[in-house]
């Protein structure tokens, strides 16, 4: 990894960068992650590089679907793998969710290195290794799924998921949670709740939820995810951005 000092202003964003780097050279990232974080770090750039009031919101609300949910599972692809999957491993653990390594650009070599890395921070067990379903209406190897998992899942959280898939894990009549930096985002769009935030701060912010939220009556988790309006918190992140950039200006 090249040495970046701590004292640089942009140590974060460029050791983000090195790990990103070196998962793409382990085989743990595909090479179009580094464009689609590319496209995330201007968002995040744009937002602050903060958790805003409506990711927080948004995030307390997953928390409350992933602890309602009879099968919740956490999708895990090469980007989120390389950034967070420790935390991911915590918030599985947690709920209980299940976790599925699930690849847009599925190749079975890196579904390999990923439950590896998975099962080496300490996730007991990994699905969507030998997948035995698929999510219908979606060509190509990306439909490939566990039946155990993402297929019978009534909740699914999706980090950095692609449009298309998000629209057809919604047509199976799953409640999908989106991470996604992008609030114009046709995943953005098509997710039941969409956390306008970086992975690396949704996750561990979904998990202080989780953990605030763990003793709270059913009932009222069911009442935050019923009265959880997306497009509104979308339209309040546009604001949100729109203001910034105008204060900025
Ligand atoms: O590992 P694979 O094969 O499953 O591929 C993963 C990628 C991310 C390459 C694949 O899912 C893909 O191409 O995704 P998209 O369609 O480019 O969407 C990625 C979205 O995630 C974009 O809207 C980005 O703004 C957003 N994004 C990128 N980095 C982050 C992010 N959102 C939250 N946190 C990030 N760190």
Redesign the pocket.
């Known amino acids: 990894m090249s040495h970046i000092p701590t004292s640089h202003p942009r140590y974060v964003s460029l050791m983000t960068r090195e790990t990103l780097s070196r998962a793409l050279k382990q085989g743990l990232?595909?090479e179009?992650?580094l464009i689609?974080?590319g496209?995330?770090?201007a968002?995040d750039y744009l937002l602050g590089e903060t958790t805003i009031p409506e990711a927080n919101e948004a995030a307390k609300v997953a928390a409350a679907a992933l602890l309602s949910a009879t099968n919740p599972v956490i999708s895990i692809?090469?980007?989120v793998a390389a950034?967070a999957a420790k935390e991911c491993i915590v918030l599985a653990d947690r709920i209980p969710a299940k976790l599925e390594v699930n690849?847009?650009?599925?190749t079975q070599a890196r579904v390999n290195r990923i439950a590896v890395l998975l099962r080496k921070h300490g996730a007991s067990t990994v699905y969507g290794v030998n997948p035995t379903a698929k999510i219908p209406g979606l060509a190509h190897d990306r439909a490939l799924c566990d039946r155990r998992g993402i297929f019978s899942a009534d909740v699914a959280l999706v980090?950095?998921?692609?449009?298309d898939r998000c629209e057809a894990l919604r047509a199976m009549g799953k409640s999908v949670i989106a991470?996604?930096?992008?609030p114009l985002?046709r995943?953005a769009k098509a997710a039941s709740i969409t956390i306008v935030?970086?992975?690396?701060r949704a996750i561990p912010r979904i998990d202080y939820w989780v953990q605030e939220l763990s003793d709270a009556k059913k009932s009222d988790l069911s009442n935050l995810v019923r009265s959880w309006d997306n497009k509104k918190n979308l339209g309040m992140v546009l604001a949100f951005l729109s203001k910034r950039l105008n204060s900025l200006s």
Not at 103 to 106: D, I, K, V, Y
Not at 159 to 163: A, I, T
Not at 197 to 200: C, G, I, P, S
């Open positions: 990232v595909h179009t992650g689609a974080h496209r995330g770090e968002f692809n090469g980007n950034l690849l847009f650009h599925r980090p950095l998921e692609d449009g991470i996604d930096l992008n985002s995943t935030d970086n992975v690396t």
